[in-house]
């Protein structure tokens, strides 16, 4: 059974069709990238998979259920995580700190006032097994804010990696990195991928990342659905070609 | 080192706390000035649970502050007098009005959210100061006294001025634990992460307006607490506990001492308490000395007094 169905979302902003009859359904363990000009709708299609508004027409079923109407909280408890185009994270928190609220979250402890030693050890190993597989060793104590962009990066993914999702939504996980940093990201993307057999889709305007992790890509343009592909008929397709030079399609 | 640094505060603010009584008089002040700081400390910390470490600004504690105040003055002066059962009601009441008033307002952020509470405050001072016949309307409610707690096998005497200040210091102490161990637990740092990044702990799966809402429910609790003892003190309360320039001065309070810290607001309302006490026997006008001196703060050291001597000390 698929993990995420979308089926024919629009979503109006007044006037403006930001996304107009979207569909795409993503298999479990596949890595799907959402590729498109500028203005053509990628984060606003994000927003409405992961709760952030609600769609003004079409549903999204995840694992089955149709999730069109619940809140965020309540699909990152089904299973959905998901990162920010400009990084969202507790600035002037640790790393340890910012990845233990997650931690703390996931294990169901999020009203908790009080926990018993061996959980508080439990949830500090997690944080420390993050903290490692980010990439992120030696800087757990100090504050993310300080910390570069790559590895601000690094812990938003860790972050919601924290969560135990099923789904991971990465918008623009590269945006703005240099090419350093950009491999250690794409790097540790993979990892989680290949290794931890996660479903990822993200959204990426750096090619070299897209053809080097997607399974399938998918392309939006002024909000619709211009082309679907593995990465090699995306990359010989005109249509596509044609909106990324800026010409009518 | 952080670490530490807190447990020196900690203990440094328990030394001066427990031997309070015992120098005030010798620097020109009483016993009553004391418990003053101890219970308006408790309402400044309690606001503080809700502004320093949520990240909402309520300007209206002073409603369940007051709601507390005549909570426990209208039982002992109409029901039954007992101080127990006086603390009880007026926790009770406060509590439950934060409940429902909070469940209405959780939705709204920063300034919206302060004016609603600003409103929802102003109604319940309108209520105490109309209505005569049960509150004693401006004159206050008068004529009841706190009465002497009896456990059964003893008599704690709080008629007494200083019995009382460790009366209200025992009361301080187990409240300022339990928010202190709040803090520090994991819902204590879903409060934090709301504080820090809204969007972020959403998407953590935080439900923001559930988690806002206990914090107000709780922050209201102890407030409502410090306003029994508040009218306790006094013997005494009158619509002012209940006015929005009384929940003005927690803010004032809580940020003059550092609302990052948690013992900021006290440190925030012994200044207070004792600038009033002192600026007001000479001059009528003793809040706009209040208001240049937060001004000031403000101004240069916006982490509040202990976040300077905080440091000072680092470096």
């Known amino acids: 059974m698929s993990l995420l169905q979308v089926r024919g979302v629009s979503k109006h902003f007044g006037k403006l069709v930001a996304v107009n009859d979207v569909s795409m359904t993503v298999e479990p363990g596949e890595l799907r990238a959402v590729i498109g000009p500028n203005g053509a709708g990628k984060t606003t299609f994000f927003n409405l998979i992961s709760g952030f508004f609600p769609p003004t027409a079409g549903t999204i079923v995840f694992d089955g259920q149709d999730i069109t109407k619940l809140a965020e909280h309540q699909r990152v408890k089904r299973g959905m995580a998901r990162t920010f185009q400009i990084t969202e994270i507790f600035p002037e928190l640790t790393v340890r700190e910012n990845l233990r609220v997650p931690v703390e979250v996931a294990a169901g402890k999020r009203l908790a006032p009080w926990m018993t030693r061996a959980t508080q050890a439990r949830m500090r190993e997690r944080v420390e097994e993050l903290v490692e597989m980010g990439g992120l060793g030696g800087k757990g104590d100090r504050l993310v804010g300080e910390l570069s962009h790559g590895d601000q990066r690094a812990t938003e993914i860790m972050m919601s990696l924290a969560l135990k999702p099923r789904l991971l939504l990465l918008d623009e996980p590269t945006a703005g990195m240099g090419d350093q940093e950009t491999y250690n990201i794409t790097r540790l993307i993979r990892r989680l991928h290949r290794d931890q057999k996660l479903t990822i889709v993200l959204i990426e305007h750096d090619m070299r990342v897209i053809f080097h992790l997607a399974d399938r890509i998918m392309v939006l343009a002024e909000g619709a659905l211009l082309a679907e592909g593995t990465p090699d008929q995306i990359a010989s397709d005109e249509r596509v070609q044609a909106a990324y030079l800026g010409k009518a399609a | ?315």
């Open chain 2, 1 to 315: 080192m952080t670490a530490l640094r807190g447990r020196t505060s900690t203990i440094a603010v328990w030394i001066v706390l427990l031997s309070m009584p015992l120098w005030m008089g010798a620097l020109g002040g009483y016993t009553e000035l004391a418990s003053r700081v101890v219970v308006l400390g408790l309402a400044a910390m309690a606001l503080n649970f809700l502004l320093g470490f949520t990240g909402v600004l309520s300007f209206g504690h002073a409603a369940y502050f007051g709601l507390g105040a005549y909570g426990v003055g209208m039982t002992i002066k109409y029901l039954q007098p007992s101080t127990p059962l006086g603390i009880l009601v007026g926790v009770v009441t406060g509590t439950l009005a934060a409940a429902v008033i909070g469940a209405l307002i959780a939705k709204r952020r920063g300034v919206y959210f302060a004016m609603v509470t600003i409103a929802f405050g102003q109604v319940f001072y309108f209520i105490a100061f109309r209505w005569n016949s049960v509150t004693g309307g401006d004159d206050g409610l008068n004529n009841w006294r706190r009465q002497a707690i009896d456990f059964g096998i003893a008599k704690l005497d709080i008629t007494n001025d200083v019995t009382f200040y460790y009366f209200a210091l025992i009361v301080f102490a187990l409240s300022a634990a339990a928010m202190g161990l709040l803090i520090k637990s994991p819902f204590g740092r879903t409060l934090i992460a709301i504080r820090e990044n809204e969007r972020r702990a959403r998407f953590l799966g935080i439900p923001v307006e559930q988690h806002i809402w206990l914090s107000f429910v709780i922050s209201c609790f102890f407030v409502s607490l410090a306003g029994t003892l508040f009218a306790l003190l006094s013997n005494f309360t009158d619509p002012r506990a209940l006015r929005w320039d009384q929940s003005g001065n927690f803010v004032i309070m809580a940020v003059l001492g550092g609302m990052r810290s948690f013992w900021g607001p006290l440190i925030g309302a012994a200044i207070f308490v004792v600038l009033q006490d002192y600026v007001s026997s000479h001059t009528e006008n003793w809040m706009s000395f209040i208001g240049l001196f937060f001004m000031a703060v403000v101004l240069f050291f916006p982490r509040g007094i202990l976040g300077i001597v905080k440091r000072r000390l680092a470096s």
